[in-house]
């Protein structure tokens, strides 16, 4: 059985008033900043299905590290890494998005039903333009970085990080509509921890209704090292109280999209929330 069609499942959401989708964190690496890098396809299948039975409706794999100060790793490592973990992954009927900043690799990932791209680089590689355009199922992930990952968090600088985000969107949106692709196949993503202070990402978050407008919004704070106040350095998991109070936050200002590593918080949130709002809210 083929996984199940991203836009598809974002669209049931829709429908259903359940909205935000509810995306689960595999990592397919050794260095992954939260410590929860599986890389035998056994344990990769395991962490997979937990993240279902939690409340996961699509699964994020990723195979490269991008965590702030990581170096990128050899095309032949990320596929290594990749390639057997969607084969252990690919009969389960769930929509799957891919991490990579490689469009060869996304093109081989459409084999096993990948139907989302999630590309850090901001889908500035006319290959990923060209992917999109072949292939009408799959949806992609526009993200704002400053930086690439071995760098992007030394001394990060905006005039006004708010008006940065939303004309990166802005003229992404347009490259991509030159290109055929029409934007109600792209997700936002402000990038929260991308070549940002703590300050800047919660202005980010305090425009979250501002990026809404422009159309299908992510939120990705899950774990984050802005979660923890001046002073603090807490581990990866001890974030997660606060990931949800960013996802309560998020659910009533636009948010369409979560990628987390505990379905279960997200799904809490949204099933509390929209209990007190109404399913019509957003």
Known sequence: MPPADFRTCLD???????????????????????????????????HACRLIDAGAEALDIGAESTRPGSLAVPESVERERLLPALDALADLDIPLSIDTRRPSLFKEALSF?????????????????????????VMAVLMHAQGSPDIMQKDPRYDDVVESVETFFREGFDRIEENGIPRDRVIIDPGIGFGKTREHNLALLRASDRFASLGTLM?????????????????????????????????LHGAALFRTHRPEIAREVRSTLLAIVGNSHG
């Not at 959401?13 to 035998?40: A, C, H, Q, W, Y």
């Not at 791209?117 to 006319?126: M, Q, S, T, V």
């Open 12 to 46: 049931r959401s829709r429908d259903k008033g359940e909205l935000p989708l509810v995306m689960g964190i595999v990592n397919v690496t050794p260095d992954s900043f939260s410590g929860d890098g599986r890389l035998s396809p056994d344990h990769i299948r395991a």
């Open 113 to 137: 039903g990948a139907t989302l791209l999630n590309d850090i680089g901001g889908l500035c590689d006319p290959g990923f333009l060209a992917i999109l355009r072949e292939n009408p199922r």
């Open 219 to 251: 939120v990705a704070p899950s774990r984050k090292r802005f979660l923890d106040s001046t002073g603090e350095d807490r581990l990866p998991a001890d974030r997660d109280v606060a990931t949800g109070a960013v996802m309560a936050w998020s659910l």
